[in-house]
């Protein structure tokens, strides 16, 4: 069990909690923002600490971080904090979740992962990521660094996502395929080929009907 301190106090720093609280050994004491953002000395019920003195309060030879930050600047934002926070001389927890199903798969600190992602054997997922729930991680995958991976995504086996990469909901990514670093690939995404860095994949909203609802005959 550790003493866990989580960066941010939103509504992601509020799902870790409800996550470390209900479903994992350790125990959460804090909270911590840069100094700039702080509106509250509080968040349910915890201090909340500026994080150019958290080391002075809480400091990393007793705690433990993690940053559940999300994919803003396409992971860029989580991965600076992360990397100041090791400067600092923390170290992190991963949470995995007990309700999602994976086979001794090597995970990297500070990941964050949710119920129902099904994580096939052979697999390696690496520093920081998250990975929202529902999703299906097929054999032989690699995550790399910073990566992060919404809801009920297709990765078929043998697929890298580079570093930085945001993959949407519902995108689907068959096997074999090298996804470049820093990749946005949008909501219900299909990819057949391996991608370059810096990709962006959005494919177009569904048509809104030119019949309204209410002159529908059969529904």
Known sequence: MAKVIIF??????EIALFYLKNDSEHEVVAFTLDSDFLKTDKFHNLPVIGFDQIEKEYPPQDYKMFIPISYNKINKIRAKKFEEAKIKGYSFISYISSKATYYNTPVGENCFIFENNVIQP???IGDNCILWSGNHIGHHTIIEDHC???S???ISGSVTIGKYSFIGVNATIRDNI?????????ASSLIL???DDNSVFSPRQTDKSKVPSNKLRAI
């Open 8 to 13: 941010g106090a939103g509504q992601i720093a």
């Open 193 to 195: 080929s391996n991608t």
């Open 122 to 124: 052979c697999t390696k």
């Open 152 to 154: 009920h995504i297709v």
């Open 148 to 150: 992060f991976l919404a």
């Open 178 to 186: 090298q996804i470049g670093k820093s990749n946005v690939i949008g």
